[in-house]
């Protein structure tokens, strides 16, 4: 087994999260995704997520880069020097002060997420400056149960995620699951495992959200930002002039393109992708789920 350790530990700095996103999830085709879902633009955005994905996009656009924990942003600072800003703090927080044309909250940053007051904070400091696009993903409440387990495996090595229970919110908007997990990692030099929480989301009830709050936006739901991940994207790409904003109810007006809700948009079949290969000719295969 691998040594336990608490989660206020995870992220102060014990364990190189560079290593593990690198291992299984991608940290340059995350980045493509980002930059394909900015539709090609070259203006500047606040991200929140992998440093390496922030560092590759950094070739692309301007980027800042937040993270709420000093020894990820120290790491960043040392390892991506391309990164024009870097600031740590909480994102919807800072978001408020950075006048940034797009911003992109992605890696599942949303799973810390668990009040009325974040997301309300959260719109209230994207609506302080003119964006153009918001991306932001979510774990996905339908893709996992209680009981279920997620296997990762490549060449640099294997993880584990393990589902034991899921307790739903009360009178919290947008409405959410905690699901409490059990994790663990173990690479040729790293080996670590923690119990944690993290946040749970279904795609309906955050498209409504998001229409809610946004009404200047279009709202949609898409396929995750990660290879084979149980999460969601929500982006908001603001409407073009002469288009109708979304009624309170979150039905489009007379103008507005129909999106896909979260009720009528597939669940990608993330279980039973095949083998791919990853950066540096690394062959990585997809997560697997099971029930235990």
Not at 54 to 68: G, I, M, N
Not at 170 to 176: D, H, N
Request: aromatic residues 10%; proline residues 6%.
């Amino acid at each position: 087994m691998p040594p336990r350790a608490m989660s206020s530990e995870i992220y102060s700095g014990a364990i190189d999260w560079d290593k593990v996103y690198r291992a299984f999830h991608y940290p340059s085709r995350v980045a493509e995704r980002i930059l394909a879902d900015l539709n090609g633009s070259a203006d500047s955005v606040v991200f929140s997520g992998f440093a390496e994905t922030a560092a590759f996009l950094a070739d692309k656009l301007p980027v800042t880069f937040v993270d709420d924990s000093p020894s990820v942003t120290a790491r960043a600072r040392e390892r991506y020097p391309k990164l024009g800003e870097v600031l740590t703090g909480d994102v919807t927080q800072l978001l408020a002060l950075l006048p940034a044309t797009n911003v992109a909250i992605t890696c599942r940053i949303s799973a810390y997420w668990n009040s009325t007051e974040q997301f309300q904070r959260l719109a209230n400091s994207v609506l302080a400056f003119t964006r153009e696009r918001i991306l932001i993903d979510f774990f996905d409440r339908d893709l996992v149960e209680s009981g279920h387990s997620i296997a990762f495996t490549s060449v640099d090595g294997t993880g584990k995620w393990r589902f034991r229970d899921f307790k739903e919110s009360v009178g919290v908007t947008p409405p959410f699951s905690t699901a409490t997990l059990t994790v663990s990692y173990s690479l040729s030099d790293l080996n670590v495992g923690y119990e944690d929480h993290r946040s749970f989301f279904r795609r309906g009830a955050l498209q409504q959200w998001g229409r809610s709050m946004f009404r200047e936006y279009d709202v949609e739901v898409g396929t995750s930002l990660l290879d084979s991940d149980p999460s969601f994207l929500l982006k908001l790409v603001r409407k073009k002039a002469g288009s109708q904003p979304h009624a309170a109810d979150g039905t489009p007006g007379a103008n507005s393109v129909p999106q896909e809700t979260g009720s009528d948009l597939p669940c990608p079949d993330w279980p039973s992708v095949g083998r791919r290969r990853g950066r540096g000719g690394h062959a990585h295969a997809p997560p697997h789920v099971q029930d235990e």
